[in-house]
């Protein structure tokens, strides 16, 4: 199993970057995805951005351009680096991989003030 454990967040002004961790620990070995949810109040979680194992990303394209996703395999941790963050990105952000199933971790607010 892979036991995921978040860092970063918190408030900042629009316009502001923030930046957000994700440490993998356990079996990570056969990680073939990760990448990043986010959950805004009672909205329904929805996918932020994603990188395989070969390094491909995907954004969506609310935040395409603004955000970048990054690894570093020596720190077996991944990386959301936010910029030109928006009131609507205010939501609890999570990180995930995928190996055989998903694994979540496990959440960090993120609060963007107009």
């Known amino acids: 199993q892979v036991q995921l454990v978040q860092s970063g967040g918190g408030l900042v002004q629009a316009g502001g970057s923030l930046n957000l961790s994700c440490a993998a620990s356990?079996?990570?070995?056969?990680?073939?995805?990760m990448g990043w949810y986010r959950q805004a109040g009672d909205k329904e979680r929805e996918p932020v951005a994603r990188?395989?194992?070969?390094?491909?990303?995907d954004y969506s394209e609310s935040v395409e351009g603004r955000f970048t996703i990054a690894k570093d395999s020596t720190k077996n941790t991944q990386y959301l680096l936010m910029t030109n963050l928006k009131p609507e990105d205010t939501a609890i952000y999570y990180c995930f991989v995928f190996t055989d199933i998903m694994t979540w971790g496990q959440g960090t607010q993120v609060i963007v003030s107009s």
């Open positions: 990188q395989t194992s070969r390094g491909m990303t």
């Open positions: 356990g079996s990570i070995s056969n990680i073939q995805l």
